[in-house]
T-cell receptor, first 114, second 113 residues
Framework: DSGVTQTPKHLITATGQRVTLRCSPR?????VYWYQQSLDQGLQFLIQ???????AKGNILERFSAQQFPDLHSELNLSSLELGDSALYFC?????????????FGPGTRLTVT | GEDVEQSLFLSVREGDSSVINCTYT??????LYWYKQEPGAGLQLLTY???NMDMKQDQRLTVLLNKKDKHLSLRIADTQTGDSAIYFC?????????????WGAGTKLIIKP
């Protein structure tokens, strides 16, 4: 158990809908990363937050957004969903200052868009 | 640009050593990682190596880095059935890039009895 939690574990929704994925980092970790794992494109970095502020953006679509709250949990919002958004979405956390290069992953949320 | 390549499959006999290879293109990579993903599970950080190191050993795992050839390998000694998984190689740059990970496609390790 990495200490990173993600909810829900599975999500099935229809095209055009909007969903929110939630992540709680390890206790004390300030940095949260979101990654997408799909059959087509493998693992891709989406976005990073550090202590509430956006730090880096990767291949994140404009229909997707994220935020990190004062209690350090993070949410990834996916809107106007398309079939191609079906994927496993991972959240990872790292300490920020102490060993920031070690990222620990949650179990993922499997999103199925029908 | 950034690119990490791995072969897709490796088949080994139980008890033998497994060697999983990875090549990367970005010479500014500072940290290189190996993650393990078991079926239906998340990504487990196995080990990592700093770019100024050649080798790192941790129990049954040995990581070798050839920075000149941009080649990273993971050796698993005495491979067991519990080692069946997909192994991902990943790289990240220095603090400027906030350590976001660039991933290989993963190598599926198949254990033959």
């Amino acid at each position: 158990d990495s200490g990173v939690t993600q909810t829900p574990k599975h999500l099935i929704t229809a095209t055009g809908q909007r969903v929110t994925l939630r992540c709680s980092p390890r206790s004390g970790d300030l940095s949260v990363y979101w990654y997408q794992q799909s059959l087509d494109q493998g693992l891709q970095f989406l976005i990073q937050y550090y202590n509430g502020e956006e730090r880096a953006k990767g291949n994140i679509l404009e229909r997707f957004s994220a935020q990190q709250f004062p209690d350090l949990h993070s949410e990834l919002n996916l809107s106007s969903l398309e079939l191609g958004d079906s994927a496993l979405y991972f959240c990872a956390s790292s300490a920020g200052r102490d060993r920031p290069y070690e990222q620990y992953f949650g179990p993922g949320t499997r999103l199925t868009v029908t | 640009g950034e690119d990490v390549e791995q072969s897709l499959f490796l088949s080994v006999r139980e008890g033998d050593s497994s060697v999983i290879n990875c090549t990367y293109t970005d010479s500014s990579s500072t940290y290189l990682y190996w993650y393990k993903q078991e079926p239906g599970a998340g990504l487990q950080l196995l080990t990592y190596i700093f770019s100024n190191m050649d080798m790192k050993q941790d129990q049954r795992l040995t990581v070798l880095l050839n920075k000149k050839d941009k080649h990273l390998s993971l050796r698993i000694a005495d491979t067991q059935t519990g080692d069946s998984a997909i192994y991902f190689c990943a790289e990240s740059m220095s603090e400027d890039s906030n350590y976001q990970l660039i991933w290989g496609a993963g190598t599926k390790l198949i254990i033959k009895p």
